[in-house]
């Protein structure tokens, strides 16, 4: 039996622009999703998360891949991938078989099955990363137990291309992290590690309701937007992202609010925050303090003000659902075998 755990994440700034081809700095954060796996004939998964068990063929994995696969192109030929997406939502367990068939592919693994159980503290559709979270520990989880020697490379992979069939081209930011774990800098597939200042170490989310679209739906949504009106959106995100790893750099409290601001204040015009979001942003720099969107579409609020008491005064007194997260969390651990 092995027990492996990979983090969940959140974006500091950059999501969506990353998608672009511009960089994000990401951190993975101390929520984590769990697997405990054992070789078995069969495929078993137990999700305790959803109280919910199934057992199927490694044949029926392996087809579900396959189709994902054929359907995946096709979507990428068409820019929209609402076929695949529909495929995958067929039934409740279509995208673990999809992830267990692709998986057993990519690591040759000719016989023999796994069985599995899935736990995890992190929300599932509020921006943090759950489905990513998900691919890399599933996969490092059957690396484990058949092909122990690769490398953290090859997890992420093979994590990037399960996300592609979650959610048609991301940007493969959110794998990455929940692979190598810390805070990055993500830039078309090159990661680089971003220290963070110590005032943001720390960081405050508020957690508003699951959004109703997935990753996939967003940046499609982003997609379809006016080409001009997005791509000055982008760009203006983009700026702040480079201009961000300056402030973090130069530990500028200031910039680094500021640059939160500009980078929520572009998210809403992509038509990616809500109104219950762009209020509680409104009361936070009311305070002084900068807060936006991890993701979009709903969800994951971070809220930042280097008087952090003032701050969870505020979040009381709008009776919001909030914790306090540490960044950088660890990437993928295989945590005992
Ligand atoms: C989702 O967590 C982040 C997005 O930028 C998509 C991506 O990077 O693939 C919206």
Redesign the pocket.
Known sequence: MVKVSAPGKI?LIG??S??YGFP?IISAIEKRTRVKAEKSEKIKIKNEVYQKETEFEIEEAVTAAKKSRELWKKGDKKSDFSELFSFLRSDFWKRNQATLGLIFERLKVVKGGVSLIIDSNLPTGV?L?SSASLSVAITRAIAALYAPQISNQKINEIAFELEKLN?GR??G??NSVCVFGGTIWFEKGKIEPVSLPDFLQNLIIVLTPRRNLS?GD??QKVRNLDKNFRDQKIKNIAKATYKMRRALEEKDVNKVKNLINIAQDNLTELGISNPEIDGLVKEVRKIGGAAKIS??GGGTVICFHQNKEELIKLLKKLKVNFEQIKLGAEGVKVEKS
Do not use: I, K, N, R
Request: net charge negative; charged share 10%; proline share 6%.
């Open positions: 974006h999501e969506h990353v998608v994000a921006g990363g959610h991301p940007s930011g959110d990753t967003l940046v993701g979009g």
